[in-house]
């Protein structure tokens, strides 16, 4: 930097984290050399969000920030621990309670009117609470699948707004999107920096 600034001395530098670390550490150096430090400008770094990503952030109440955060840890053991609604819960462990009750009296009143007649109302009993432990499995079953399409939701959401643990700016390509909002695109991310502020920037698309 000082090589290139005695030659062609810079009035303002415009870099990203990793250049203002490095000229943090040659401010002295330029004053030991008599040279005039550039004004060091933060580079504007945006993240891009398509309409699709906010709707999935929108659907299960997230935010840009809570990907960056890292869902993986911090979301998935609550959406499964909450995906069974606890009425359903408590609705189904009523049910059974109340039917163990309902069937005692039932089979003391109708013991009572027939004695032979108690083994088949212990046999309907036990039916019924077997369908009853079934449709619990079943509740279960359809909590994992939509764990599972919920899991997928939220690794979708990390790969595009936080791939491979990095801002997009690091690992995406501005290709894809030439190709796909066309270059009109470029003009509109241009109108939207904010040069007053320095904080990363969402652009919504």
Excluded: C
Excluded at 24 to 46: C, D, H, N, T, W
Excluded at 55 to 63: D, G, R
Excluded at 81 to 89: F, G, K, N, V
Excluded at 124 to 144: D, N, P
Aim: net charge neutral; charged share 25%; no cysteine.
């Amino acid at each position: 930097p000082l090589y290139q600034d005695a030659i062609l001395p810079t009035v303002a530098y415009v870099g990203g984290p990793g250049e203002f670390a490095d000229f943090a550490q040659l401010k002295e150096v330029y004053v030991g050399f008599g040279l005039p430090m550039p004004v060091i400008y933060p580079r504007k770094s945006f993240s891009l969000l398509e309409k699709n990503v906010e709707k999935s952030l929108a659907t299960h109440s997230l935010q840009v920030q809570d990907v960056w955060n890292g869902l993986t840890s911090l979301k998935w053991e609550k959406i499964a621990r909450d995906e069974i609604p606890q009425s359903l819960e408590q609705t189904l462990k009523s049910a059974a309670s109340h039917l163990d009750r309902d069937m005692a009296a039932i089979k003391q009143e109708t013991s009572a009117f027939e004695k032979t007649l108690g083994h088949a109302v212990d046999s309907i009993h036990q039916k019924i609470r077997f369908q009853l432990g079934l449709l619990e499995k079943k509740v279960l079953k359809a909590s994992k699948k939509r764990q599972a399409i919920v899991r997928q939701q939220l690794l979708s959401l990390e790969n595009n707004l936080y791939p491979d643990r990095h801002l997009q700016e690091r690992v995406f390509n501005i290709t894809p999107f030439l190709m796909k909002y066309g270059f009109a695109w470029l003009d509109e991310l241009y109108q939207a920096v904010d040069l007053t502020h320095y904080d990363h920037q969402i652009f919504r698309m």
